[in-house]
Each structure stands twice: as C-alpha cells, then as structure tokens.
C-alpha cells in the first residue's frame, strides 16, 4: 500500500510545481538560511501534493473495482407500452469480498438524455420467480414481485410514470 501512495505518477505530475518554486525562489536571491527553510517548506508541500495525488488513484481504481464487480446474468423479457418506455427484471451477481446475487426492476425511459436505466425497486425473492411487470395505461407501471423477503427504498414515480408495487414479505428460508 505505501508503495502506491509513493508511486511515480504523482510525483511526475507534481514536478513541474516544484520546479516553477524552486525557480522563483532563485529569482529573488535570497540570504541562504531563508532559501533553505523555504526549500523544505515546498518540499514538504510537493511531498503531500504528489502522496495525495497518488491516494486519489488508488481510491479511482478501488471504486472501478467495486462498480465493475457486478455481471448481468438474467434478464427477464422487457415490457414496453407505446411511448417506447421499457421496464424488465434483472439478476446481477456480484463478488467484491463474497458472492452475493442483486435483483432488481429497471426502467429505461423513451427520452433521448436517459442513456442508462433507472432503478426502479432491489428485493430479495423468496423462489425463482420472475417479476410481473405490465403496463396499466401508458403512465403507469404495475410490478408484481410475489413473495420476498426484503425489499430496497421503491421509487414511486420516475419522470412522468407512476409505479404501483404488489408483494407480500415473508421469511427467507433457510
């Protein structure tokens, strides 16, 4: 770990910085003793610029491994209404630190700026069941979960569609 925190990007992007000081402080000639505390002044300033500067690649490549650790396994069939809005079931598997399986209701709205699905509900089903997903009219969205034994904070609308949920907790087998 600390070999990251002193990697060579950091400090290859913070050289020019240090170099820009060291040169102005040779510009204005100063008495020795003034140029020598000043010099460990902005040494220590690059020092910690570059350390940090290496942290935030560190902590980018744990967040690309935690957001990249999920793959897509199932999806069940999507169901459109007539605007092109398509709501569909889905089934992630995702191992971080253990293996944990994420499912989830999307909605992938008709308008042009909605580039990725929205998440509409997460749950734990107790069963292999699919939800049931279907459009009452072409504003709101009815998704059936069956039984589950946990569900997420539900969205109850997304842009203009309104979303009605049918489920019923029970306890997870063991």
């Given at each position: 770990?600390?070999?990251?925190?002193?990697?060579?990007?950091?400090?290859?992007?913070?050289?020019?910085?240090?170099?820009?000081?060291?040169?102005?402080?040779?510009?204005?000639?100063?008495?020795?003793?003034?140029?020598?505390?000043?010099?460990?002044k902005w040494l220590?300033?690059?020092?910690?610029?570059a350390v940090a500067l290496n942290?935030?690649?560190?902590?980018?490549?744990?967040a690309g491994i935690v957001i990249n650790?999920?793959?897509l396994?199932?999806?069940?069939?999507?169901?459109?209404n007539r605007r092109?809005?398509?709501?569909?079931?889905?089934?992630?598997?995702c191992k971080i630190l253990a293996s944990t399986e994420d499912y989830s209701v999307v909605l992938r709205s008709h308008a042009i700026w909605a580039l990725w699905p929205k998440t509409l509900i997460d749950y734990s089903p107790v069963g292999d069941d699919d939800p049931a997903l279907r459009w009452i009219d072409e504003k709101t969205l009815s998704v059936d979960l069956g039984k589950v034994s946990w569900v997420s904070p539900r969205l109850d609308k997304a842009g203009d569609?309104?979303?009605?949920?049918t489920y019923s907790i029970v306890d997870a087998p063991r």
């Open positions: 770990m600390i070999g990251l925190l002193v990697a060579p990007l950091g400090f290859a992007i913070c050289f020019p910085f240090f170099a820009y000081m060291t040169y102005r402080l040779w510009r204005k000639r100063p008495p020795l003793a003034f140029a020598a505390l000043h010099g460990l220590g300033v690059f020092f910690v610029l942290a935030g690649v560190v902590a980018a490549r744990l650790s999920c793959d396994i199932d999806t069940s069939a999507p169901v459109a092109g809005d398509t709501a569909q079931g889905r089934l992630k598997a569609i309104k979303v009605v949920y």
